[in-house]
């Protein structure tokens, strides 16, 4: 009986312990996409980043027409990299600006920007006329688009510049 | 005597006006900026926004000014006015009008997140420390909200946690 009872309190003190770990998990987690179709993954995949943005400025950055009409763009970026090295290999971009097609090519991390040394970027090949596009990894989870000179770009009331991780 | 034309004496008259006006319009040395961004209804910024983690939130509209000492430029006050929607169905539309609420507190500059020891970081305390939050400065005219382990807080495709700077 004694043994029961202990058991019991054991068994009680887990689960005490337990529903207090729950409940203090950081639920600071990527969103599910709302993407029609699964989100790439696997060790060969980086990350995948969606966000909203504003229009015009990123429009002119990239060479790409737009009317003025044009408040907001949404963006698909998958990332992947070497599945063993980790090192950058290819990205896939959708969104507002490659409905017809995903825009595709290679992608490279430098290192710095003008105000901080240590800051660490993704150049993502668009080629011609788009040029390249400039990502600052805030953190794993978190990237902020940049202009060509790699500083923020700054946002409005509604959108601002920012990716973030997305998840299936 | 030839007389002057009226229309060019009413012409003069205005820009002088502008001209004296604009040399007395000065910027408001009190008001540090005011910053504005939809973000996602996360758990922590629900109480700075008084927003009950039960209600149903998909969107908050933030209008974030932040006050300082005009002379020693020393963060003082903040009012923070915001707007909560959620996502109606059938329609899929952010609810209108929304809930306005206001808020006010004192901020300060803290040093530090996750990644940057020498980061800039704006805390705004309504007087309950359960409640307060961090916002990481990005540069001059972004800020980006911190969770409480100092990560950056993730968004989604829908919105970020970027504010950006509207007005001086």
Not at chain 1, 11 to 39: I, K
Request: proline share 5%; glycine share 6%.
């Amino acid at each position: 009986m004694k043994h029961i009872i202990s058991s019991f309190i054991i068994s009680f003190c887990f689960f005490l312990t337990e529903a207090y770990a729950q409940r203090t998990v950081s639920p600071n987690l990527p969103s599910r996409s709302f993407s029609t179709t699964p989100l790439a993954s696997g060790p060969s995949v980086y990350g995948v980043f969606e966000g909203k943005s504003p229009c015009q400025s990123i429009a002119r950055q990239m060479n790409i027409e737009v009317g003025p009409e044009c408040i907001k763009l949404k963006w698909g970026l998958t990332l992947y990299h070497d599945s063993i090295t980790h090192k950058p290999t290819h990205y896939k971009l959708a969104g507002t600006f490659f409905r017809k097609q995903d825009r595709e090519g290679k992608w490279h991390i430098l290192y710095g920007t003008r105000t901080d040394p240590e800051a660490i970027v993704f150049q993502l090949d668009l080629g011609e006329p788009n040029g390249f596009l400039f990502l600052l990894k805030g953190d794993d989870n978190v990237l902020f688009i940049l202009d060509k000179n790699k500083d923020f770009l700054v946002g409005d009331a509604q959108f601002s510049y920012t990716l973030n991780r997305a998840r299936n | 005597m030839k007389l002057i034309q009226p229309n060019r004496t009413i012409m003069a008259l205005a820009v002088w006006l502008t001209l004296a006006n604009s040399s007395t319009i000065t910027r408001d040395s009190s008001v540090l900026g005011i910053f504005a961004g939809n973000t996602l209804c996360g758990d922590i910024i629900r109480p700075l926004h008084k927003i009950s983690q039960q209600a149903d939130c998909d969107l908050v509209e933030w209008k974030l000014t932040l006050y300082q000492d005009p002379l020693t430029h020393k963060p003082t006050t903040y009012k923070l006015t915001s707007v909560s929607r959620f996502i109606e169905k059938p329609s899929n539309m952010y609810s209108q009008p929304g809930i306005k609420t206001e808020t006010e507190g004192k901020w300060t500059i803290v040093r530090g997140s996750n990644s940057n020891p020498r980061a800039i970081v704006y805390q705004l305390d309504p007087g309950k420390p359960q409640i307060s939050i961090r916002l990481l400065k990005l540069g001059a005219n972004l800020l980006h909200l911190l969770y409480r382990d100092g990560a950056l807080m993730i968004g989604s495709s829908q919105a970020s946690y970027t504010l950006s700077r509207i007005s001086n």
